[in-house]
């Protein structure tokens, strides 16, 4: 069955990018390609991509910076309110709730999972809408003290898994459902 996998990696604080949306404090980090939790593994289990305008356009930037080529095989379909024109013909771009977009979503998947690939403000849109089975964070060694959050939603997990791959701490998450408001104590 498709599962919803948040897949990403975090400052200690709870970061995935610093304010001016680099990640230079990621790309200098040690990991083991074969370790756990590792990113090859993850990406074979894949069928289909959903990931917001910002990190889309990280993306597009970072490919005319470097001259890499779009790295994904599967249909990608990018969160926003724009229309800019797709860097290839495999990305879709949408707008709204993503359970709009389940039905969609998941035949675009086929038999295997989506990666939500964030950023966290997506990624607590999918838990809200019980659209997120898990959210798997390498924790990398560093504090920013600002930048783009993890995760945008008050939500509860049960840890399922957890080790060490080079550099960072590398956890699995069972996303258990949002947080309950607080009730007042009278
Ligand atoms: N550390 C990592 O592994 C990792 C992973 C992923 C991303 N990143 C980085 O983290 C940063 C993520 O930034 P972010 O969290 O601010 O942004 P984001 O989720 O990538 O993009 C947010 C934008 O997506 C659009 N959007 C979001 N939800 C939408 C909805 N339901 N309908 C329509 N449009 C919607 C809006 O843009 P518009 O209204 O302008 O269209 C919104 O401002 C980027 O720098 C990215 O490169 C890091």
Redesign the pocket.
């Known amino acids: 069955m498709t599962r919803f996998r948040y897949y990403?990696?975090?400052t200690l604080d709870g970061f995935?990018?610093d304010p001016h949306?680099s990640?230079d404090w990621?790309f200098e980090q040690k990991h083991d390609a074969d370790g756990p939790l590792n990113y090859d593994d993850f990406a074979a289990e894949i069928g289909a991509l959903a990931?917001?305008?910002?990190?889309y356009g990280?993306i597009v930037d970072h490919m005319a910076e470097t001259g890499e080529a779009w790295s994904y095989d599967q249909p990608t379909f990018v969160?926003?309110?724009?229309r800019p024109e797709p860097i290839v013909d495999t990305v879709t771009f949408v707008?709204?709730?993503p359970g709009e977009h389940r039905e969609t979503l998941l035949n675009a998947a086929g038999h295997r999972d989506v990666w939500v690939?964030?950023?966290?403000?997506?990624a607590g849109?999918f838990a809200a809408a019980s659209m997120l089975d898990e959210m798997i964070v390498s924790y990398a060694p560093v504090t920013l003290g600002a930048g783009?959050p993890l995760f945008g939603l008050a939500c509860d997990f049960e840890l399922v898994e957890h080790g060490r791959n080079g550099a960072f701490l590398v956890s699995r998450h069972r996303v258990v459902g949002p947080r309950q408001p607080t009730p007042v104590l009278t």
Do not use: K, Y
């Open positions: 990403t990696a975090s995935i990018a949306d990640l990621l990931m917001g305008a910002t990190t990280w969160f926003t309110h724009r707008s709204g709730d690939v964030g950023g966290g403000g997506l849109q783009r």
